[in-house]
């Protein structure tokens, strides 16, 4: 793949001139950072730059893995501008201006139309001419939304409707809730038909638990919108909720569920900070939520900075259990959040991934184990006792994503499958 804004600054390192070659170094940081930013945007979706920046406060806290990526990318940008300006400087002229200049024009005039790549997808970067046809194409998408971060969420109407508005009757809902938004929980396509079922299992084989429905979903590209879609049957055309405004929020379930006499509480393991979730949870009628650290065991796991969710499992459970009268819990999990550490897999794998359907597929054979762990986890707790008389309902918050598997393509793109059981 060419990115063509190195090529565009090549001029200032063919003039060999002292100035120029500051310049070019200058401009070769700039044009590196801004490509580094645009492929993690594949991987991790943020809207805007100052989004990007907050969430650099959590990296002390990142795993490991994310800390190799960083010092990677560094090293590279050393060793390759030093090399630059060391070795290549040297086969360099002003007289190749002039063919420079002649490759601009073929461009100009050949590629420019983009030969028909579809540009509605700004989450990935697609073609020969790499981010270049986002920056151009999208200029102003990019300046307004992706780097300054102001427009407004305009909340509308999700079309495919949330799995929770569809599985419990809001017009006589049952006394308890518990509503579990489940971080990358995805169809696996390999063999579905016999690894997706097997990942909830757990659930199901325990006596006093009764299966309602189970099935999937359509889904979007992000944790927050699915908790937009889930809660509230909203939609977003960008992730910055906090600006509002929040009139649409009074169908969320949570508010009216508050109306109905419900005590509503939510959990979840990370910071409240992060995606500005304790300015506008309030507004969906989640006033009383609790973050990292505000548990009873505030044990950190690997994959994502925040409590352990089999931890976490038995303070929802007490509070469920607390709840003299009329309960809604909303439970986002954590753990099995990429980059799906096997340091948060407890005891032995459920699926060995060392079998060919996982050859390639590593990052999705740890997901699945961390899947099964969960509602492991979670039988285990209504074995237990816990969750007596509630009905649960758990669907996944988007497909997981996946970074290093020789194959990306182990779940599917835009549905999330979903469970709903009733304990006895």
């Not at 793949?1 to 390192?13: F, G, N, S």
């Not at 908790?227 to 649409?248: M, V």
């Not at 599917?412 to 009733?422: N, Q, W």
Request: proline share 5%; charged share 20%; hydrophobic share 40%.
């Amino acid at each position: 793949m060419i990115v063509l804004e190195y090529i565009w600054i090549l001029p200032l390192l063919f003039l060999r001139r002292r100035w120029s070659l500051i310049l070019f170094a200058l401009a070769y940081i700039v044009v590196y950072i801004f490509d580094i930013l645009y492929w993690i945007k594949q991987f991790y979706h943020y809207d805007n730059i100052v989004e990007f920046i907050e969430i650099l406060r959590f990296i002390p806290h990142a795993p490991k893995l994310y800390w190799l990526f960083i010092t990677v990318f560094v090293l590279y940008l050393a060793i390759s501008l030093f090399l630059i300006l060391k070795y290549i400087v040297r086969l360099c002229s002003g007289r190749m201006i002039w063919s420079l200049g002649l490759l601009y024009l073929i461009f100009s005039v050949f590629f420019f139309d983009y030969r028909g790549v579809n540009l509605s997808n700004r989450y990935q970067t697609t073609g020969w001419w790499g981010s270049y046809y986002e920056t151009i194409k999208n200029l102003k998408f990019n300046h307004e939304f992706f780097w300054r971060g102001t427009v407004k969420p305009e909340f509308y109407d999700w079309p495919h409707g949330g799995v929770l508005q569809k599985q419990i009757d809001m017009q006589n809902p049952p006394k308890k809730i518990l509503f579990i938004l489940n971080e990358s929980w995805g169809m696996f396509i390999p063999e579905h038909g016999a690894v997706n079922p097997s990942v909830d299992a757990p659930l199901i084989n325990i006596p006093n638990v009764q299966l309602i429905a189970q099935g999937e979903n359509p889904a979007l590209h992000s944790t927050i919108m699915g908790e937009l879609r889930e809660l509230c049957d909203l939609k977003a055309k960008s992730s910055n909720f906090i600006l509002g405004p929040f009139d649409k929020f009074t169908q969320c379930v949570p508010v009216h569920l508050q109306k109905e006499g419900y005590l509503v509480q939510a959990f979840h393991g990370s910071y409240s900070k992060m995606y500005d979730r304790k300015d506008w949870y309030p507004h969906m009628g989640l006033q009383n939520a609790r973050f990292f650290p505000q548990f009873s065991n505030i044990k950190q796991c690997h994959s994502f900075p925040g409590a352990c969710d089999y931890n976490i499992v038995h303070d929802v459970s007490a509070a469920n259990k607390a709840a003299q009268g009329k309960s809604f819990i909303y439970w986002l999990t954590l753990d099995t959040h990429h980059p799906y550490s096997e340091k948060d897999i407890l005891g032995n794998y459920t699926y060995d991934c060392k079998q060919p359907i996982f050859d390639g597929r590593q990052e999705a054979c740890r997901n699945l184990n961390l899947q099964h762990q969960f509602f492991t986890v979670l039988a285990n707790e209504i074995k237990a006792g816990g969750f007596k008389d509630t009905d649960i309902v758990v669907v996944g918050d988007h497909s997981p994503p996946i970074m290093l598997d020789k194959y990306k393509d182990s779940f599917k793109e835009d549905s999330v499958p979903f469970i709903h059981v009733r304990v006895h």
